[in-house]
């Protein structure tokens, strides 16, 4: 990382690769299969994107893997940068007045009110932060439907588990690495989502069944949640194969 790299400067570097070799949100959709809008995000910031997105879309628009590794090692510089301590005062500056027992003793009695004011003021401050802050919508537990909608009306369990990808794409599990193992679920788990994305759009419908246009429980989305899998890492999940109660982003940031 150079010494002067921000969180806003990848972003735009990110988004110069795609230009400079000619690739659009939707090219790079269809290459990486993350969805567009969420890789649009990615190059605006300013703060820092998703660094599987970054490295997936680099991949797929052909960067060289050391290079992509490259990028990784970039994000996890800034991620881990903390802001600079303020410099210790200089030396050789001029001195003070002279003190005395007078004057000590008047500097003490401007340091404890100053500090007064300040608890003061923290304390007040902390009052209207719990009156009026929203609730914390950082994660949310989410129940897993795993059905299928069949025909006019039907929706039963499905034949296979859902589980959490490492890309929001249909059919993950068929895809090498794609599924993360030990994620397996039916209809009534829970997952505890912490971020929401555009991914491949997906449905929970058998379109081969008659009548399958009248069924009020076919649903269809490119929304997916990240949720956190038992080794820590998030996957995705679409959300069609959620409870409905537990669709439409839930007011989750993006991933």
């Given at each position: 990382?150079?010494?002067?790299?921000?969180?806003?400067?990848?972003?735009?570097?990110?988004?110069?690769?795609?230009?400079r070799?000619?690739?659009?949100?939707r090219?790079?959709?269809?290459?990486?299969?993350?969805?567009?809008?969420?890789?649009a995000?990615?190059?605006r910031?300013?703060?820092?994107?998703?660094v599987?997105?970054?490295?997936?879309?680099?991949?797929?628009?052909?960067?060289?893997?050391?290079?992509?590794?490259?990028?990784?090692?970039?994000?996890?510089?800034l991620?881990?940068?903390?802001?600079?301590?303020?410099?210790?005062?200089?030396q050789?500056?001029?001195?003070?007045?002279?003190?005395?027992?007078?004057?000590?003793?008047?500097?003490v009695e401007?340091?404890?009110?100053?500090?007064?004011?300040?608890?003061?003021?923290?304390?007040?401050?902390?009052?209207?932060?719990?009156?009026?802050?929203p609730?914390?919508?950082?994660?949310?537990?989410?129940?897993?439907?795993n059905?299928?909608?069949?025909?006019e009306?039907q929706?039963?369990?499905?034949?296979?588990?859902?589980?959490?990808?490492?890309?929001?794409?249909?059919?993950?599990?068929?895809?090498?690495?794609?599924?993360?193992?030990?994620?397996?679920?039916?209809?009534?788990?829970?997952?505890?989502?912490?971020?929401?994305?555009?991914?491949?759009?997906?449905?929970?419908?058998?379109?081969?069944?008659?009548?399958?246009?009248?069924?009020?429980?076919?649903?269809?989305?490119?929304?997916?949640?990240?949720?956190?899998?038992?080794?820590?890492?998030?996957?995705?999940?679409?959300?069609?194969?959620?409870?409905?109660?537990?669709?439409?982003?839930?007011?989750?940031?993006?991933?």
């Amino acid at each position: 990382m150079s010494p002067g790299d921000t969180p806003a400067q990848f972003c735009a570097d990110f988004l110069a690769i795609m230009q400079r070799r000619g690739v659009s949100f939707r090219r790079a959709e269809g290459l990486s299969g993350w969805g567009k809008s969420t890789i649009a995000a990615a190059t605006r910031g300013p703060g820092l994107p998703n660094v599987d997105l970054v490295t997936d879309v680099l991949a797929a628009v052909g960067v060289e893997p050391a290079d992509v590794e490259g990028w990784r090692a970039r994000h996890e510089a800034l991620r881990d940068t903390a802001p600079a301590a303020p410099p210790e005062p200089g030396q050789g500056h001029a001195p003070g007045p002279p003190t005395g027992p007078r004057t000590t003793r008047r500097r003490v009695e401007i340091a404890v009110f100053a500090a007064l004011v300040v608890l003061v003021v923290a304390l007040a401050t902390t009052l209207v932060v719990v009156l009026t802050s929203p609730p914390d919508v950082e994660t949310r537990t989410v129940v897993v439907q795993n059905k299928v909608a069949i025909g006019e009306g039907q929706l039963v369990e499905d034949r296979t588990p859902s589980y959490l990808g490492v890309r929001p794409v249909a059919r993950c599990a068929n895809m090498p690495g794609c599924k993360i193992p030990g994620t397996d679920v039916g209809t009534g788990a829970t997952f505890v989502a912490v971020c929401q994305l555009t991914g491949e759009s997906i449905t929970n419908a058998d379109l081969t069944s008659t009548s399958i246009g009248q069924n009020p429980n076919a649903a269809v989305s490119e929304l997916w949640l990240g949720a956190r899998a038992p080794d820590g890492r998030v996957g995705y999940i679409s959300e069609v194969y959620l409870a409905p109660a537990y669709r439409g982003g839930l007011g989750l940031p993006l991933c």
